[in-house]
């Protein structure tokens, strides 16, 4: 058993090394939140293995909404946001790029877009180009594992 030292701390033991996130590898020092059935981590790139919703347990689903209201909450409070939006995109024609299920937690503000619809159509266009770039992408550059674990730190250190 791989324990990280600032998980240890909190008192969460970390079972593996890496999670798999459809056909990704998450090192355990970008995750920040585990329980039996799911797990919250920091993205790659600042935008269990089922593929689509319909595919989840009832006991899959209900912690999945369960941590992302959790989550979701401190996330808010974190980046003093007024509101949250949660996306999930089910299935290629829903712009999921990566065939697992999981939800984006978006903080809000009262001036992030002049009109509030327009996080979609910015959600959208970012899935494209995620979609048409993800074997090379030139304009966003992969985070360092280091700049992951930090930005997984202090939002464990938040959280718990």
Not at 4 to 23: R, T
Not at 42 to 54: D, G, S, T
Not at 75 to 101: N, R
């Amino acid at each position: 058993m791989i324990i990280s030292k600032s998980l240890a701390e909190a008192g969460i033991e970390m079972a593996v090394e890496y999670y798999d996130f459809g056909p990704y590898k998450i090192h355990h020092s970008s995750v920040f939140y585990t329980t039996d059935l799911s797990f919250a981590f920091v993205n790659l790139r600042p935008a269990a293995p089922v593929k689509r919703v319909a595919d989840l347990t009832a006991d899959e689903i209900t912690e999945l909404w369960m941590i992302a209201q959790k989550v979701g909450r401190q996330l808010e409070s974190y980046h003093k946001a007024s509101s949250l939006t949660f996306v999930i995109q089910d299935g290629p024609q829903a712009g999921q790029t990566v065939p697992h299920v999981h939800i984006h937690i978006l903080p809000r503000r009262s001036d992030d877009y002049e009109n509030n619809d327009d996080i979609y159509d910015e959600i959208n266009e970012k899935e494209e180009e995620l979609k048409q770039n993800l074997a090379v992408d030139n304009e966003r550059k992969d985070r360092s594992l280091e700049e992951m674990a930090q930005e997984a730190d202090e939002y464990r250190n938040f959280l718990f």
